[in-house]
């Protein structure tokens, strides 16, 4: 097989896969001299964007090719001019994965904690390879879980147990399903093709910035749950781990754990499963299983973790910055950017989990306090842009040794953004300009907030630490000289994005279990292992072959 690489197209000419594949066909058979009858099957790869040069902006397309079998490619290969053969290079067929499969299924059953991106890709490789696992959701599924989150924007009434962080999927169903990371994995090709097997578009196995939309992932983890069921799998929601117990000494590993459901009636029922194979999946807003996990004698050690706001501008700006005249172009879309600035004092700001023509979400999980994030839909059509702008928070910014020192701070902030929105779940929010001035805002520009429960005008400063607050200021402005417009001081700020990664890591082995805790997989975003959706659905693999290895 080849792979050629850097091919230019037309934003016209790349508008769709089909005429990306027209593309690629006239430049494989230019390049390489061969003529059509010979190519036995072409497969568009990646296609990004190139907007370095406003006035130029184009595609950029990769594509593979497999020929007959009496053609000898290296042949091929050798005839393109040597200055032009660095973007040809052969590449071998990829091996279908055969999982392995367990003779029979084991006793007890593997059990899986939470039902996010690690989760679900852990259950689902269990179940592939026969072991029948059972996978418990704290949460409700997807169809549930949306009607709780529509009563909360309603009623201001959160469900600690149904929320933008807990049920089907975790908190990457609400958050736009962005796809792209910066880790290189061979699962990753896997996670994307079952992804697309359970309903996600398929431009997911080639656009270099590959998204879902928060309309449209319901769908597809309620395909990827009766996937695992029809495998012999066992889904449980509105089941929530209480403990776990341990097999005696100073090493014991799990042995059973306590597992607390409700019914739709409200009625509480505690079961003890056992079960010598836990893949632990809880996410990094399970705030009570870090606490669990502390008084049940596992090690747990503090990692760094980054807090800040929400910052939101005008779609058509971004565009207009990003993009120059092409700004609007069908087949460049809503425009992302990503960004960091390294101003004076040692600290970095940076932009994170950009969701263009997307919506600031309410992603509070525990009473009283006041958590963003951002979402978009598939179109990516909202009037808005907006980003998480984070500032890392270190181990030694955080007082004595306790492990969950991190997420008392977490709370913290949490808890003062509620006061400062004055309370029923609404955000505090402040214009750039007010803000980089040091004075409160007293309301609104020509962006209009996004998030759902409405917003207080004021000032931003004491629901964050000084040194979070400091880099903001420092920082606004270099980013403003690097993405125009950025530091717009019309552009508004939302308190607080708390919640971009675990504070904690659950410390495991080369084996990935638990350190001094046999048969427990700390797997995923809540123990410290990911950053993102494809990162947490690959360690979610990971965690299953090692499991499987316990098991056979």
């Not at 000898?72 to 091996?95: C, M, S």
């Amino acid at each position: 097989m080849i792979e050629i690489s850097d091919i230019r197209a037309t934003l016209a000419q790349g508008a769709t896969e089909q005429r990306c594949l027209a593309v690629g066909l006239a430049y494989v058979i230019k390049t390489l001299g061969c003529l059509p009858h010979l190519i036995e099957h072409i497969e568009l790869r990646k296609r990004s964007i190139d907007a370095r040069r406003k006035s130029d902006v184009h595609l950029v397309l990769t594509v593979r090719v497999t020929f007959h079998t009496h053609v000898d490619e290296g042949e091929l290969i050798a005839r393109i001019p040597e200055r032009e053969r660095k973007h040809v290079r052969l590449v071998a067929e990829e091996p279908a994965r055969t999982p392995p499969t367990l003779a029979k299924p084991p006793a007890p059953r593997p059990v899986v904690v939470g039902a996010g991106c690690a989760g679900l890709f852990a259950a689902l490789a269990l179940a592939e390879a026969g072991a029948e696992p059972l996978l418990i959701e704290r949460g409700d599924d997807a169809r549930r879980r949306t009607w709780a989150i529509e009563e909360f924007h309603r009623t201001a009434e959160l469900d600690p147990e149904s929320n933008i962080q807990f049920g089907l999927g975790g908190a990457g169903t609400f958050s736009d399903g962005k796809l792209t990371t910066g880790t290189k994995n061979p699962a990753h090709r896997r996670i994307l093709e079952a992804l697309v097997a359970a309903g996600a578009p398929r431009d997911i196995l080639w656009d270099a910035k590959p998204h879902v939309g928060s309309d449209v992932l319901p769908v597809v983890v309620e395909n990827l749950v009766a996937r695992i069921r029809e495998l012999g799998g066992e889904v449980r929601f509105r089941a929530r781990m209480v403990d776990i117990e341990r097999a005696q000494g100073q090493a014991g590993g799990v042995r059973a754990l306590q597992v607390e459901t409700r019914d739709v009636a409200g009625a509480v029922r505690t079961e003890r499963i056992t079960c010598t194979a836990l893949v632990l999946a809880c996410g990094h807003s399970a705030r009570d299983v870090f606490e669990l996990l502390e008084r049940r004698g596992f090690t747990l050690a503090r990692k760094t973790f980054a807090m800040g706001v929400r910052i939101e501008h005008l779609q058509a700006a971004i565009d207009r910055a990003q993009y120059g005249r092409f700004a609007g172009n069908p087949a460049l879309g809503a425009a992302p950017y990503k960004l960091v600035a390294h101003p004076r004092g040692g600290r970095s700001l940076f932009t994170f989990c950009m969701c263009p023509g997307g919506e600031v979400v309410a992603a509070a999980s525990e009473p009283g306090g006041v958590v963003t994030n951002g979402a978009s839909l598939r179109a990516r059509a909202g009037a808005n842009a907006n980003s998480a702008l984070l500032v890392n928070v270190t181990p030694d910014d955080l007082p004595g040794s306790d492990p969950l020192a991190g997420v008392r701070l977490q709370r913290r902030c949490e808890q003062r953004a509620f006061e400062l929105g004055g309370g029923s779940y609404r955000a505090p929010a402040q214009l750039v300009g007010d803000f980089l001035a040091g004075v409160p805002s007293s309301g609104g520009g020509r962006v209009e907030p996004t998030y759902p429960l409405g917003v207080t005008w004021g000032a931003l400063d004491t629901a964050l630490p000084p040194y979070i607050t400091e880099t903001l200021r420092a920082g606004i402005p270099v980013l403003g000289r690097k993405l125009e417009g950025f530091d717009a001081a019309d552009a508004v700020l939302t308190g607080v994005e708390s919640r971009s990664s675990a504070p904690v890591t659950v410390v495991r082995g080369r084996d990935c279990q638990a350190l001094d805790a046999p048969g427990l997989f700390p797997c995923g975003e809540g123990a410290g292992y990911a950053g993102g959706i494809m990162s947490a659905a690959a360690d979610g693999l990971r965690c299953a072959d090692a499991a499987l290895n316990t098991l056979m």
